[in-house]
Nanobody
Framework: QVQLVESGGGLVQAGESLRLSCVAS????????MGWYRQAPGKQRELVAT???????LYADSVKGRFTISRDNAKNTVYLQMNSLKPEDTAVYYC?????????WGQGTQVTVSS
């Protein structure tokens, strides 16, 4: 079993920043990729950003230049620094880890951006 604990969500105004964190614990083998997805009401879950163990990153076009993903391999932790937040960034943000050939999901943390 792999447990993912997310933190850092909240309510902010447009233009402000938030930093999400996700710590992985449990039966962790080699974590290849960690990342963040989000799901807004009435919409499908979508990729926000991912980062591999080697540091290669991938971002959704909608967040490029505003969000930065990073990870601490020693702590099995992934971060998402979100700057210049917009109301359309409002969603539940889910941590995602690919480890041991399986994909694991966190429970999600709510991010709400008011205009």
């Amino acid at each position: 079993q792999v447990q993912l604990v997310e933190s850092g969500g909240g309510l902010v105004q447009a233009g402000e920043s938030l930093r999400l964190s996700c710590v992985a614990s449990g039966s962790i083998f080699s974590i290849y990729r960690m990342g963040w997805y989000r799901q807004a009401p009435g919409k499908q879950r979508e990729l926000v950003a991912t980062i591999t163990v080697g540091g290669s990153t991938l971002y959704a076009d909608s967040v490029k230049g505003r969000f930065t993903i990073s990870r601490d391999n020693a702590k099995n932790t992934v971060y998402l620094q979100m700057n210049s937040l917009k109301p359309e960034d409002t969603a539940v943000y889910y941590c995602n880890v690919f480890s041991g050939g399986a994909t694991h999901w966190g429970q999600g943390t709510q991010v709400t951006v008011s205009s």
